[in-house]
C-alpha cells in the first residue's frame, strides 16, 4: 500500500523567505507525485504534479517541487514567500495508471510572518 | 480542469438522521471520488463511484454508512446515513477525466452533526 509522510505539521516563514516543504512517499514503483494547497474555507488546488521525466517541476504560484527517487521524495519548495501563501499544504500520491485516486499526506501549515 | 459543484456547502443536521451530498461536473469524465476531512486532519478516501455498479469502498468505510450512487458520467451523491457527532467532517467530491489525469475537487460540504 501506498502512504505518504510529511514531517512538518506547521512552519512559520517570514515574507519573502525561501520556503521549502518536505514529502516523502512509499510506494513499489514510481508513482504519480501532486503537491494540492487548501486555503482557509476553500477547496483544494492543484499546484504541481510529477508524472515522469524532468524530475523537477513547475508548478503555479512559483513553486516548484524535485522529484528523487533515492530518497522517495517530492520537496515543495519556493524562492520568496508571499503572505498569501499561508494556507494548507498537502502532498499526495497515486498509483500508476489512475492519477486521481490519491492519498494524502497529513498536511504541512504554513503561516507567513510580515 | 473540471467545474465541480457540490451541494449543499454547508449543513448542521441532528443525529440518527441522514444526509446526501450532490456532485455535479460540468462535463463527462471517467473518475469520480469521495473524500473525508476530519476537522485538523488530512483527507482520506472513503470510496469511488462506479458508473452505473455499485462504489468501491476503501477500508474502514462500509456501504450501509456510506451509500454512493453514479447514474451517469457527471454526477454522483454520497449519503451519510445515521449520523453521529463522530461524522461532523468535510466531504469532498473529486474527479478525473482520464486515468493518467490529475483529481479536480469541489469545494466540498462541511457538515456538523449535533
Known amino acids: 500500500a501506498q502512504s505518504v509522510t510529511q514531517p512538518d505539521i506547521h512552519i512559520t516563514v517570514s515574507e519573502g523567505a525561501s520556503l521549502e516543504l518536505r514529502c516523502n512517499y512509499s510506494?513499489?514503483?514510481?508513482?504519480?507525485l501532486f503537491w494540492y494547497v487548501q486555503s482557509p474555507g476553500q477547496g483544494l488546488q492543484l499546484l504541481l504534479k510529477y508524472f515522469s521525466g524532468d524530475t523537477l517541476v513547475q508548478g503555479i504560484k512559483g513553486f516548484e517541487a524535485e522529484f528523487k527517487r533515492s530518497q522517495s521524495s517530492f520537496n515543495l519548495r519556493k524562492p520568496s514567500v508571499h503572505w498569501s501563501d499561508a494556507a494548507e499544504y498537502f502532498c499526495a500520491v497515486a498509483p500508476t495508471g489512475t492519477a486521481s485516486k490519491l492519498t494524502f499526506g497529513t498536511g504541512t501549515r504554513l503561516q507567513v510572518t510580515l | 480542469s473540471a467545474v465541480i459543484s457540490q451541494k449543499p456547502s454547508r449543513d448542521i443536521c441532528q443525529r440518527g438522521t441522514s444526509l446526501t451530498i450532490q456532485c455535479q461536473v460540468d462535463s463527462q469524465v471517467t473518475m469520480m471520488f469521495w473524500y473525508r476531512q476530519q476537522p485538523g486532519q488530512s483527507l482520506t478516501l472513503i470510496a469511488t463511484?462506479?458508473?452505473?455498479?455499485?462504489?468501491?469502498?476503501e477500508s474502514g468505510f462500509v456501504i450501509d454508512k456510506f451509500p454512493i450512487s453514479r447514474p451517469n458520467l457527471t454526477f454522483s451523491t454520497l449519503t451519510v446515513s445515521n449520523m453521529s457527532p463522530e461524522d461532523s467532517s468535510i466531504y469532498l467530491c473529486?474527479?478525473?477525466?482520464?486515468?493518467?489525469?490529475?483529481?479536480?475537487f469541489g469545494q466540498g460540504t462541511r457538515l456538523t452533526v449535533v
Open positions: 510506494y513499489g514503483a514510481t508513482p504519480y
Open positions: 463511484a462506479n458508473q452505473g455498479s455499485e462504489a468501491t469502498y
Open positions: 473529486s474527479v478525473g477525466r482520464g486515468l493518467n489525469t490529475e483529481a479536480f
